[in-house]
Each structure stands twice: as structure tokens, then as C-alpha cells.
């Protein structure tokens, strides 16, 4: 049985999105069939059209974890006129596609997770469209990963989304999102926003959840588990709701921590961004050697092992950097990660914790470290969009331009961030401007040494303000 669609997409048009890709559909021939042209991964996405929505339905037996029933509808808008075009999606075997409702006169698969569609009549520019893939196999382990007891869930950065459905897998063409999960009674599947009409038929159980504010793919989540479901809210009445697998230990005292980090960011960062909140508690991978994964999915951060506040704290503060305000293309890790990590030592202050000393702490104890300093925080590099540095040195990086143009202009500055640029896509650069213009002080010689450079900053920057006295202890 097929659930309600909400179509709806608040803010993106297509030339806004158009716009942010402006470098991809410049370097990107317009015969091309796939790749965005991000610097990172240039096979990622299409540049042809931009995705609205996502109509996710699938069905999965935790009796059989290498099977999974998929049939997705992507609607999008075509940026130019389509006589072929992709979407990213790894493994399973595709039964069939449709572009609005015709069969595609081909679709076949190619690199190493292109689906290649040729519809049957040439899409027109500007035309909306949508594209039915039916699929079914085993999905990729990249994204979709076991649980213990046979449950799944679905997460990973920065590819997870097409381990699961087929997607425009870039995160500047984010989308609304509906997921239609059916599973065996007794199982509980989770996504991302808020639930919508559950039914039972012939022993299986069909859950519904709609996000209706854009998303980037790899925010798209669906867990299976036998969870118990917690709800609350939030002051003004936002949803709160928190699943844990079976072998969790649910605390109550962590989720009235929760609550609290909830409130505490959004005092710090502006007015919490979706409509509903809470996380999925999953616990630890039970094949030997799978790394354990916390992930910002959207609205519903996941977290491995029990509901604890370092990890919280960073996944929920994604939900305003990285989820909200997302990434134009991979070389803008700092704008998710550096921001996320700081809200931990802001969490940490607001217990009663000494931010600069603990600043000057851990500049001292990396101080004679070339390697700590020798990633760029914008442009890391292929292959170092998410590394450590966008989290250690990103984060010594907020407290240092925070010294240097005051706590008021920071944190407005942070506001005035997420307002601005709420639901849509920026750049790290574009950060560094607003950040000038707020403080009214030229920062290159800052971003150049912090952002930019390669090694340890020089003492003005290092040291600036109200660190200066704190230099030579």
C-alpha cells in the first residue's frame, strides 16, 4: 500500500540550485550522463536536473540481511533538456524504470555505481519529471549496515544514501524525503522527520515518515530494529523522539540531558531547524572489526551505544551546520565538522569548563606537532574531507576567531549563519565574508592562517586577545 506524498519543497528552485552549482555546470559538458564535477568525487551526482523529492519504499526481513526490496520515486526538475541522465545507486539488480510513468527506453549500469536511464521522450528543460527505479538485492555495506539480532540501519558519510535508494547523491542537490518501510510484526523501522500512518497486512507492519525540509542524501536514514520508542518534546511543543535497540541501556537521566543539549543549542545557535528531534540509540556493529557510527542523520541523529553527551552535543549541533546550513561541495567539511566540535567545548563551558585553558592546553600539547597543523581546513585535499584536522585545529579555530572579534559578535555572527542560510547550501568562503562584515575587521590575515595555512598559526593569530596572556605558560 502506497502512503501519502508530500511533494513539497519550501526554499531550493532551480535557480538557486543552478546557481550553486555554477562551477559544476560550467565544467561539466552538457552531453555528460553523470558527475556533478565535485573536486572530490567529480562522479558523484548529475548536473542535469535538481531533485525535489524522494519517495523511498522498501521492504526488508531481518530473516534475511543480504536481501532488500527497493522502489523508489525521485521527482526533479530538469535544468536543461534531457535526452539521458543518472542516478547513483551501488549493487542490487534494477527490474525496472519508469520516467513519468513511461517505461525508459533503456537504463543500464556503469562505473561503479551508475544507473544510466535513457527515458522514452527527451525530458524538456524546466520540465518537472519522475523517475520509478524498482530494485531489489543486497545492499551495500558501505551504508547499510547489520545489527545485532538481525535489524539494520542505514548510515555513513560521505556515501550511504545509494547503498539504499537511488539517488542525485551530491549534497547540493538536497530534496524532501519520504520513507515507506515495511517489515516483519514485532520490528520497528525509524527515519528521519516526523512518523506518519502506521498499518499491519498478513504479518508485516508498514511505517511511515516524511522530512518535508530539504536534505542532503547522506541525512536520509532508515533503522530496523525491535526498538522502544520514546517521546517527548521540546518547549513549544517540538517532537522529541528517541528509538533504542534491544541491547541499549536506556538511561533517564541522559535523556533529560538531552532535552537540556537541545535547548542549549538552540540558545546558542538559533531556533532548533526541523520538526521534529530526537536520535536512534543503535548499539555496537556485531561483525568483528566494523568501526561503530554516529552520523547527524536529520532530525534524528544516530548514535552507537548509548545516549552520552559528547557524541550528542556534536550530532545534534550538526542539525544547524551540516544539515540546515549544508556543504556547496566536499572541499566544506569545516562548515559541518569544525562548527559541530566546537559546540562540544561550548557544551562543556556551559557546565563550568575554562575554555581557554583549555584552548592554550592543547595548543601547547600540539604546539611542536607539524603534522596537527598540516591540513587546510578549506580544500583539505582528495581523500582528507573529513579528517581529524576539520575537528581538532577546526575547532581551536572557532575559539581563536572567537577571542579575536568578541563573544557578541561570534555568536551573532553564528545566528545570522543559520538564518541566512537555513535549508540551502554554503561555502566555507562565504563564512570567512560574513564573519568580516560582522566584526568589521579585515580577517584574511586569520583565515589565511587558520583555514588556509599549513602550519602552526603565527602568535597574533594563535594568541589573539584575551589568549594573549595565556601565550607562554
Not at 114 to 142: I, M, Q
Amino acid at each position: 500500500m502506497r502512503g501519502p506524498v508530500n511533494r513539497r519543497r519550501p526554499t531550493t528552485t532551480v535557480p538557486a540550485v543552478a546557481a550553486v552549482l555554477g562551477v559544476f555546470l560550467t565544467a561539466v559538458p552538457a552531453s555528460a550522463a553523470g558527475g556533478i564535477g565535485d573536486p572530490y568525487f567529480p562522479e558523484d551526482g548529475n548536473s542535469g536536473y535538481d531533485v525535489a523529492h524522494y519517495d523511498v519504499r522498501i521492504a526488508y526481513d531481518p530473516a534475511r540481511t543480504d536481501h532488500l526490496d527497493g522502489d523508489t520515486t525521485v521527482t526533479a526538475r530538469a535544468v536543461r533538456a534531457l535526452d539521458r541522465f543518472s542516478l547513483d545507486l551501488k549493487g542490487f539488480e534494477v527490474a525496472a524504470v519508469t520516467v513519468n510513468g513511461a517505461p525508459a527506453k533503456s537504463f543500464s549500469r556503469s562505473g561503479t555505481h551508475k544507473l544510466d536511464v535513457e527515458p522514452a521522450r527527451r525530458v524538456a528543460r524546466g520540465s518537472t519529471f519522475d523517475v520509478r527505479v524498482t530494485y531489489a538485492g543486497r545492499p551495500d555495506p558501505e551504508g547499510w549496515r547489520p545489527l545485532t539480532g538481525g535489524g539494520a540501519h542505514a548510515a555513513g558519510q560521505p556515501h550511504s544514501a545509494t547503498s539504499w535508494y537511488p539517488a542525485n547523491d551530491h549534497p547540493s542537490d538536497k530534496a524532501t524525503f519520504a520513507l515507506t518501510a515495511t517489515v516483519p510484526d514485532g520490528w520497528t523501522a525509524v527515519g528521519n522527520g516526523l512518523p506518519g500512518p502506521t498499518t499491519r497486512e498478513d504479518g508485516r507492519t508498514t511505517f511511515r515518515w516524511h522530512e518535508d525540509r530539504p536534505m542532503v542524501t547522506y541525512a536520509s536514514t532508515v533503522a530496523i530494529d525491535r526498538f522502544t520508542v520514546h517521546r517527548s518534546e521540546l518547549p513549544g511543543g517540538t517532537p522529541v523522539i528517541t528509538a533504542y535497540s534491544p541491547d541499549v541501556e536506556i538511561d533517564p537521566a541522559a535523556e533529560a540531558e538531552q532535552l537540556r543539549i537541545l535547548s542549549f543549542l538552540t540558545s546558542t545557535f538559533g531556533p532548533y531547524p526541523f520538526s521534529s528531534a530526537g536520535a536512534v540509540v543503535v548499539g555496537w556493529p556485531p561483525e568483528p572489526g566494523r568501526r561503530a557510527l554516529s552520523l547527524e542523520t536529520q532530525s534524528r541523529p544516530t548514535i552507537t551505544g548509548g545516549l552520552y553527551d559528547s557524541a550528542l552535543v556534536h550530532e545534534v549541533a550538526h542539525q544547524w551546520f551540516g544539515d540546515s546550513v549544508s556543504f556547496t561541495d566536499w572541499r566544506d567539511g569545516c562548515i559541518a565538522e569544525c562548527f559541530a566540535q566546537y559546540a562540544n567545548q561550548l557544551w562543556e563551558e556551559h557546565k563550568g569548563s575554562d575554555s581557554d585553558a583549555v584552548y592554550a592546553g592543547l595548543v601547547k600539547e600540539n604546539r611542536d606537532k607539524p603534522s596537527y597543523w598540516s591540513t587546510r581546513l578549506y580544500d583539505p585535499g582528495q581523500g582528507k574531507e573529513l579528517d581529524p584536522a576539520l575537528y581538532y585545529k577546526g575547532s581551536l579555530m572557532l575559539h581563536a576567531l572567537r577571542r579575536t572579534v568578541g563573544d557578541a559578535t561570534f555568536f551573532d555572527t553564528l545566528r545570522r549563519w543559520t538564518r541566512d542560510h537555513a535549508y540551502g547550501n554554503a561555502s566555507f568562503p562565504q563564512f570567512e565574508a560574513l564573519a568580516a562584515r560582522m566584526s568589521g575587521t579585515d580577517l584574511k590575515g586569520f583565515f589565511d592562517a587558520w583555514a588556509h595555512g599549513t602550519t602552526i598559526p603565527s602568535r597574533e593569530y594563535l594568541y589573539p586577545g584575551a589568549l594573549a596572556p595565556l601565550a607562554d605558560r
